[in-house]
């Protein structure tokens, strides 16, 4: 079973265009996250969300959302595609309340590319 | 927030020779201290982990050792090998809340046979 799952695993898009990426975890974390890996992979948060707070990194666009139907889901919604958005994106999940207990768990990526 | 910097950005060690790759963090609230190995394609993987109460950590041939005076860690792999050649990622954080990772920029570490 795999622990992170995301979809879809490629998506080529045009600009302008809307479109989601989703991801489920069956760890029973209470965190999810996504990363943003760019071209150089440099890997950086862009969102933290447990069943009580979104906390987002003020470089990431308002074109970006994120949707949590549940504790298990976190979906990336992104609006108005730009080239520069093209990366590939991970999402993670970890437990809380353990002050660094680590625990991290990648999904296997979604590398987007926007044309 | 937290930073954190990797040194080397690239590293080419002959096989069966160490390799030694360096990071510093800035905050000092920081208590969790990751490193990830990434193959080409592939998601990161955690190889080892050390936190703030434990200077130095081992598993096979790869250790781990915490300055926290100095806010810099270090991953040492001794004898390696040519599947050890991937991107190494070091990373912080403080745990709290939903914290995520802080990542430094990476190191490609190449295993020349």
């Known amino acids: 079973d795999t622990a992170v799952s995301q979809t879809p695993k490629y998506l080529v898009t045009q600009m302008g265009n809307d479109k989601s990426i989703k991801c489920e975890q069956n760890?029973?974390?209470?965190?999810m996250y996504w990363y943003k890996q760019d071209s150089k992979k440099f890997l950086k948060i862009m969102f933290s969300y447990n069943n009580k707070e979104l906390i987002i990194n003020e470089t990431v666009p308002n074109r970006f959302s994120p949707k949590s139907p549940d504790k298990a889901h976190l979906n990336l919604h992104i609006n108005s595609l730009e080239l520069g958005d093209s990366a590939v994106y991970f999402c993670a999940s970890s437990p809380t309340g353990q002050g660094g207990s680590g625990g991290y768990t990648f999904g296997s990526g979604t590398r987007l590319t926007v044309v | 927030g937290e930073n954190v910097e990797q040194h080397p950005s690239t590293l080419s060690v002959q096989e069966g020779d160490s390799a030694v790759i360096k990071c510093t963090y800035s905050d000092s609230a920081s208590n969790y201290f990751p490193w990830y190995k990434q193959e080409l394609g592939k998601r990161p993987q955690l190889i080892i982990d050390?936190?703030?109460?434990?200077g130095e950590k081992k598993d096979q041939r790869i250790a781990v050792t915490l300055n926290k005076t100095a806010k810099h860690f270090s991953l040492h792999i001794t004898e390696t090998q040519p599947e050890d050649s991937a991107v190494y990622f070091c990373?912080?954080?403080?745990?709290?809340?939903?914290?995520?990772?802080?990542f430094g920029k990476g190191t490609h570490l190449i295993i020349q046979p």
């Open positions: 760890l029973g974390h209470d965190t």
């Open positions: 990373a912080a954080t403080s745990g709290g809340g939903a914290d995520g990772l802080t």
């Open positions: 050390i936190r703030s109460n434990v």
